[in-house]
C-alpha cells in the first residue's frame, strides 16, 4: 500500500466541506516528583534510574497522590476558565501496552478535575487578526507511560526491531490531558485556529510556570481530531486522530493534510475509517496506525487504590486569586501603555524579550530604548552565544541604569555599548565597568573648547564655510573633537559650542 | 522443657522477657516442628532456616544489649505468601511468580520487623488468594491438621494451618471476602479481618484492591490481639489508610466482661441450609452469651441476599485490572520469548501459561463486567448492592453493638470435593463476604467440634467500622468461658501429627 495518499487542493476541499477540528493536549507537568510516586521527573535521565516499586508497578506497591500535581491541574483549569470538580476521582483506563507497568494508565474518566471552560485565541488571517473562542470539554489529571526504545532493523519502529528496550523513567510523571469541544466555524481557517490554540494554550500554561512546554521534549503533545462534513448544517463526519503533532507548524499541516486528504476519500464516495494516525514531521504526511476495527473498551473504572479528591472551594478560591495576569491580556494591555504597532509588539513577543523589557520600563527607561536595547544589541550577542535573552548577565536594573545616564549626556550609544560589553564581562555594576574602562563623557566646557579650537586651527577653512552658512561644515570639526576626545565627547554639545564660539545661530 | 510449639505468642513473650528461653531457641523449636509434619501439612512454601535463625539471633543480642523490646519480640510467625517481604520468594502462589523476589518490604513486614517478631516463612495460599480452599495453590493443597484429607480453608489455609499444626503460634493472613475468616472456622484457631484501612495494604499483592485487608491470625483471642496492634495503624504509603490511633485491642480482649453488650443475630446469616452440627454449635454459644450477660437481639439485613453476587463481580472486576500486570515484561515468568513471538504474543502465552484456572475464569468474568454496555448493569449494579449493604450494618448498629452468625456454612471439606463446583466453593464465603463489601471488621473464633464429623465450628463476630476492638471484648469473653467449659484449647483435641 502506498504511503503517499491522494490530496485535494486546499481551497477547493473547503467549498465542498466544513472541518471539524477537536485538539487534545498532553501537558507534561515540571513537579519535582512523579504524580504517585515521590521519584525525580528530571528529563533525560540513564534508563531507569529514576523508578522505585510504585512506578514500575511493583506487585503490592500502592499509589500517592501528589498534591502539588492537584495543584497545577486546579490552575491549568483556572486559567482555561473551567469549573473545578467540588468531588471527583481517579479511573483506570485499562489497556495492554509494555511502555505501561501496570497495564492499565491511572486516568480520569467521567469526573474531570477541570470541566466547561474556554481559551480565547488571535488567529491571523489575510483579513487581520480573527478573534476565536475554542471552548474546553475538560481537563484532567493522568499519569505519563515509559519509553520502548525499538533496537535493530532500519527504521527504529517495533516492526523490524530485533527486540526493544524500555525505560520506565517517564513513567508516573504527571500529565494533564485538556480536550477541546469539537471547534466549529473555524472554516478555511481550521488549520490557523488549530495552531493558535496549541499556541496559546502553550503560552497559557508557560505563565503558570507548572510545565516547561517543550514539544520539541515532549512536555507539550498534541494530537488533532478532523472530520469533514458537507455544511455546517451537517451532522459530524466520522474522524481521525493525529498523534504525533509536536510542533506549532505541524499542528497547522497535520490539519491542513488531513483536510486534503479526507475531501479526496469523501469526494470520491468513500468511508472515513475511524483511526489512529501518525504525523511525520519529516515528510509531511499522516499514516494510518491501528485501525479501531470496534471503539477500543478501556474498561474504566474508579481507581480503588486512591481515595477521592475534593478540592475545598477556600484552596481553589485562594489558586483563583493568586492566577497570573492572562498572556493575552497582558500582551494587549502593555502594547496600549507603551504606545506601539502591532508589528512591533510581535517583534517583542517573538523575541521572548517581553518580560525583560516590561522589567526594564518598571525600571525607569523609556519604552523605545528598552525595546532597543533587549531586541537589538542584546539578541545579537545572545544570538551569537547561543543563550536565552534571560540567560545573558545583565539585567532591567542595568540597562535602565545605562538609560538614565545617556538621557543625562554622561553616556552615548557607542560607550553604553562598551559599559554592555564590561557587565556581561562580569567587570561590575554599570558605575563600576564606567569608572573601570574610564566610559564617561568629557562634559567640561573648557577641554572641548580647547579640542574645537584646535580643529579650527587645522582646518582653517572650515570656518569660513560656516560663517557662509554651509553649516554641514561643522562634522568636520565635530569629527576632530570626537577623534580627539577618543568618543568621549556629546557630539551635539560639541556641535552647539562650535557655534557658540563662531557666533553663528543654527 | 515447656514444649515450646504449643505455647501461646503470650506465653512466649513471657518466657522470652523472662530469660528462660532464647529467640533462637524457640525459633529452632518452630523450624523442628515444620521439618518434622509440613512434608504432610503442606502450610509453608517457603522456610528460609538461615535466615530465621539470623533474625532470632539479633533478636537476641538487641535483648541482651538492654534494649527496650516489644511485647512479641522473639515470637515467630507465619507470613502469608501475598505480603512482598524484600529479597525473599513472594509467589502468591501463582507459577507466575514464581522466581521473583521483592526489592521492597510490604508495611506489615517492615512493622514486625520493627516488633522483633521472627518470620519463619512464607504460607499458601489459594493462587493470588481466589479460592476458599487452598486447592487452588500452583504448588499442591495444603492439608487441614485436624484431618489431613481435608481442606484447611482458603485462600489463607496455610497460615490457618500452620497455627493448628503448632508450627507457627502467629501467622498473617488477607482477608478479601473471607480468607482470614473461614480458614480460622475449619482449622479451630482465631483470625480477624480489620476494618478496611486498620492495616496497610502497602506490599500486599492485590487481590481485590478494595476488600482486601491484611490480618492477625493465631490459636488465641489475646495473641491474636497483640498481632493486630503490632501490624495496624496508619501508613502515608496507603492512601486507604486509615489516619486515626488504634484502640487498645489486648486491654479488649482481657476485659471478660458482656454486661449490657447487646448481641445481633442476623436473620439472613442464621445458618438455614448450614450444617446441623454448625448450627447447633451456634445455637449453644449464643445461648452462652445470653447466659454471660449480653442481650441477644435478632436484626434483618435483608441485602445480604445479593452479596455474593455483588462481590462476586467487583472482586473480579478489580482483580481483572490488578492482575494484568504480570505480562512477563517486567519480572516474574516469560513464556514464548523465542524470537518467534511478538511483543503481545509473549504477553498471551505469559498469562496462559503463568495464571491457573481460577484465575483465568475470575480475570474473564471481570474483564466482561467492566466491558462498556455492560459496566452499569454489572459493576454499576454490585456497587449499588455495596450501598445497600452498609445501611443494613448501619441499621443493625443502631441497636447491636456487634453482630454474630456461624462464619462458614460447613466444616471442613474433603480435599477434590468442590473443586469442580465454582459456586458451592464460592458458598463457603456467604457469611463473610457482606463484611469486605461494607468495609468493617470480623473476627472467626472457635465455638467447638460439630457432632457428627467432629470438626471445628467457628463464630463469626462483626463490628461497625473502627469497633475492632469490639470484636476482641465480645471475643476474648466468650472464649474464656468456653475454655471454662472444655477445660483445655480446642486443639487439644486434634489428632496428633
Ligand atoms: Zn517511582
Redesign the pocket.
Known sequence: MSKTALLMDFDQALERFDPVLGLEVHVELSTNT?MF???STTFGGEPNT???????GLPGALPVVNEKGVEAAIRIGLALNCEIAEWCRFSRKNYFYPDMPKNFQTSQYDEPIAFNGYLDVAVPTDEGVMPFRVLIERAHMEEDTGKALHQGGATGRIHGADYSLLDYNRA?IPLIEIVTKPIVGAGRYAPEVAKAYVAALRELVKSLDVSDVRMDQGSLRCDVNLSLRPTPQDRFGTRTETKNVNSLRSVERAVRYEVQRQAVILTDGGKIIQETRHWHEDTGLTTAGRVKEEAEDYRYFPEPDLVPIAPSREWVEQLRASLPENPALRRARLQAEWGITDHDMASVVNAEALDLVEATIAAGADQAAARKWWLGELSRIANERGLGLEELAITPAHLARIEALIADGALNDKLARSVIEGVLAGEGEVDAVIAGRGLALVSDDGPLLAAIDAALQAQPDVAEKIAAGKLAAAGAVVGAVMKATRGQADAAKVRRLLFERLGVSE | MTDLIKQTARQLSDLLRAGDVSAHEVAVAHLDRIAAVDERVHAFLHVDREYTLARADQVDAKRASGAAMGVLAGVPLALKDVLAMKGQPTTCGSRMLEHWRPPYNATVVERLHAADVVILGKTNMDEFAMGSSTEFSAYGPTHNPWDLDRIPGGSGGGSAASLAAFEAPLAIGTDTGGSIRQPAAVTGTVGVKPTYGAVSRYGLVALASSLDQAGPCARTVEDTALLHMAIAGYDPKDSTSINQPVADMVAAAQRRDLRGMRIGLVKELSGQGFQAGVRQRFEEAVALYTSLGADVVEVSCPSFDYALAAYYLILPSEASSNLAKFDGMRYGLRSGDDGEHSVEQVMGLTRAAGFGPEVIRRIMIGTYALSSGYYDAYYGSAQKVRTLIQRDFNAAFTTCDVLISPTAPTTAFKIGEKLDDPLAMYLNDIATIPVNLAGNCGMSLPIGLAPEDGLPVGLQIIAPINGDDRLYQAGGALEAALHAQWGHHILEEAPAL
Open positions: 512523579k510516586c515521590s521519584c529514576q523508578v522505585c516499586p510504585v512506578c514500575l508516573g
